[in-house]
T-cell receptor, first 111, second 110 residues
């Protein structure tokens, strides 16, 4: 099956710093999403971005489908950005949003 | 409010018992999913359903069962055949490619 690798596995920042999280995937996809899991376990959908670039406030994401990677940018980080960030993909040959998740990037933002 | 509601939030099960986790959505989404998350890991797909009265196995379906009798509801039963059921269980629904999750149920075998 498709492989999803996220890097770095852990990231510690000071409040106000910027960061880039990376997601590499091993096959063509028709669905790619970024999620934030807060300390209570809730997953929040950040972006649906199978290709191209999107921005939402301090967050933006870029997926280069031909090169099989996606990047999540966090600018001016805040302590509330702490948590785990997951990339999830659906291979092109499947349907129904059957997502395969990476193992996540654990982000800690210190005050 | 529209959303996905999972209950209970915490569940304790004795070995050999079946337990059922509830998932209800009022988003009018056709597709619903169950995922399992173990500590420090990503989510793995257990079962999914794209339409009422139809569902398919995901990557780790052994020891689990589901039903989809109503569009709004997709309960998951963890059977005694599941050898290591202690985990965090997340229900999701999707529309136009975007997935939305409930708050999860933490199941512990005691």
């Amino acid at each position: 099956g498709i492989q999803v690798e996220q890097s770095p596995p852990d990231l510690i920042l000071q409040e106000g710093a910027n960061s880039t999280l990376r997601c590499n995937f091993s096959d063509s996809v028709n669905n790619l999403q970024w999620f934030h899991q807060n300390p209570w376990g809730q997953l929040i959908n950040l972006f649906y971005i199978p290709s191209g670039t999107k921005q939402n406030g301090r967050l933006s994401a870029t997926t280069v489908a031909t090169e099989r990677y996606s990047l999540l940018y966090i600018s001016s980080s805040q302590t509330t950005d702490s948590g785990v960030y997951f990339c999830a993909v659906e291979p092109r040959e499947t349907s129904g949003s059957r997502l395969t998740f990476g193992e996540g990037t654990q982000l800690t933002v210190n005050p | 409010d529209g959303g996905i509601t999972q209950s209970p939030k915490y569940l304790f099960r004795k070995e050999g018992q079946n337990v059922t986790l509830s998932c209800e959505q009022n988003l009018n989404h056709d597709a619903m999913y169950w995922y399992r998350q173990d500590p420090g890991q990503g989510l793995r797909l257990i079962y999914y359903s794209q339409i009422v009265n139809d569902f398919q196995k995901g990557d780790i379906a052994e020891g689990y069962s589901v039903s989809r009798e109503k569009k709004e509801s997709f309960p998951l039963t963890v059977t005694s055949a599941q050898k290591n059921p202690t985990a965090f269980y997340l229900c999701a629904s999707s529309r136009t490619g975007r997935s939305f999750f409930g708050q999860g149920t933490r199941l512990t075998v005691v």
